[in-house]
């Protein structure tokens, strides 16, 4: 089981990589972070608590991703639906956050957006799959 721990997260780390290297140098990309940052401070809005701190948000939120991404590639992409489990989970990246009350224009404002968000979480659970394949 912790193998399969150990090749989630270590899927999740390169999507996380992936996700911030094209954000940082390239325009009209996915944020997903700030779907994520969205998120967190409406889920602390209904405890009255608030991340004001912009660094502090980030860092939450990468933190929560990695983890929850990690857990959900343990899980999934490290069975035989390795491909469908990314593919999946980046067309709920796109689909879900309007559905939850969040802007989607972060990873849906456009198609290439779209594309590219479905693109990292398969490439997070490729990568994860080709972790466990060596280690376990």
């Known amino acids: 089981m912790y193998k399969k721990i ?3 997260l270590g899927g999740a780390v390169a999507l ?7 954000r940082k140098n390239f325009d009209n990309v996915p ?3 700030k ?9 602390l809005d209904k405890v009255d608590a608030k991340v004001t701190n912009h660094d502090q948000l980030y860092a939450a939120t990468l933190a929560g991703d990695v983890i929850g991404n990690g857990m959900y590639y343990a899980a999934t992409a490290t069975t035989g639906f390795n491909i469908a489990s990314g593919v999946l989970m980046g067309l709920g990246a796109v689909a879900l956050p309007e559905k939850l009350g969040l802007d989607d224009k972060p990873v ?9 968000t ?6 997070g ?3 994860t799959k080709l972790i466990y394949d ?3």
């Not at 779907?35 to 889920?43: D, F, S, W």
Request: glycine letters at 4%; a neutral charge; hydrophobic letters at 50%.
């Open 108 to 116: 849906a404002e456009n198609n290439q957006k779209k594309i590219m």
């Open 31 to 33: 944020e997903i972070n």
């Open 118 to 123: 479905v693109a990292y979480y398969l490439f």
């Open 134 to 136: 060596k280690i376990k």
């Open 35 to 43: 779907v994520g940052e969205e998120a967190l401070n409406k889920a």
């Open 16 to 22: 996380s990589l992936l996700h911030e290297v094209i």
């Open 6 to 8: 150990l090749a989630g």
């Open 125 to 127: 659970a490729v990568v």
